[in-house]
Antibody
Framework: EVQLVQSGAEVKKPGESLKISCKGSGYSFTSYWIGWVRQMPGKGLEWMGIIYPVDSDTRYSPSFQGQVTISADKSISTAYLQWNSLKASDTAMYYC?????????WGQGTLVTVSS | QSALTQPRSVSGSPGQSVTISCTGTSSDVGGYNYVSWYQQHPGKAPKLMIYDVSKRPSGVPDRFSGSKSGNTASLTISGLQSEDEADYYCCSYAGSYSVVFGGGTKLTVL
């Protein structure tokens, strides 16, 4: 069974750093791109970017380029989404997804709350 | 990249059919046969309902169907059921490994 299991909810202060994770199982992790999708409270879905775990080739949405870093460790079948300096506007649910030209499997979501 | 345009809300009675539109440009919806649709119930992760414009993943009822004409894709739900009440998002490949979502449509089953 294909699964994407994300790390737990986080509460952070503005300016702090954060790295959340997404562990894939039940399939060949290196055969698919892994992506991240943001959903701000009460809002729609936004594509952030993707990574190919084999060589860490990474593509970002222009809206998120320079704002976050996507990485992966193929040895442990895990992808990451990282912020160096969080803002209140980063408060959202973040989903990891298995990416083809569509997203066939989704993680359960990681809620990130940034508040002073 | 601009978000694809979807109606904010649609509604229908049980047993009826509803269609949700998704309008993009020739750089996304019109340029590729890679439109997908997602259903999201409150507090849940989205679920893939349609991919490659009109294909259904295993387990998705055949009441759900997808189509495309020019720069507009559509999701049709026939034989509406109460459990279909949810938010629906379209998504299209937009070239250079990127994708773009629609703003979402809230389906109310009356």
């Amino acid at each position: 069974e294909v699964q994407l299991v994300q790390s737990g909810a986080e509460v952070k202060k503005p300016g702090e750093s954060l790295k959340i994770s997404c562990k894939g199982s039940g399939y060949s992790f290196t055969s698919y791109w892994i992506g991240w999708v943001r959903q701000m409270p009460g809002k729609g879905l936004e594509w952030m970017g993707i990574i190919y775990p084999v060589d860490s080739d990474t593509r970002y949405s222009p809206s998120f380029q320079g704002q976050v870093t996507i990485s992966a460790d193929k040895s442990i079948s895990t992808a990451y989404l990282q912020w160096n300096s969080l803002k209140a506007s980063d408060t959202a649910m973040y989903y990891c997804v298995r990416h083809v030209y569509y997203f066939d499997y989704w993680g359960q979501g990681t809620l990130v709350t940034v508040s002073s | 990249q601009s978000a694809l345009t979807q109606p904010r809300s649609v509604s229908g009675s049980p047993g009826q059919s509803v269609t949700i539109s998704c309008t993009g440009t020739s750089s996304d919806v019109g340029g590729y046969n890679y439109v997908s649709w997602y259903q999201q119930h409150p507090g849940k992760a989205p679920k893939l309902m349609i991919y490659d414009v009109s294909k259904r993943p295993s387990g998705v009822p055949d009441r759900f169907s997808g189509s495309k004409s020019g720069n507009t894709a559509s999701l049709t739900i026939s034989g509406l059921q109460s459990e279909d009440e949810a938010d629906y998002y379209c998504c299209s490949y937009a070239g250079s490994y990127s994708v773009v979502f629609g703003g979402g449509t809230k389906l109310t089953v009356l």
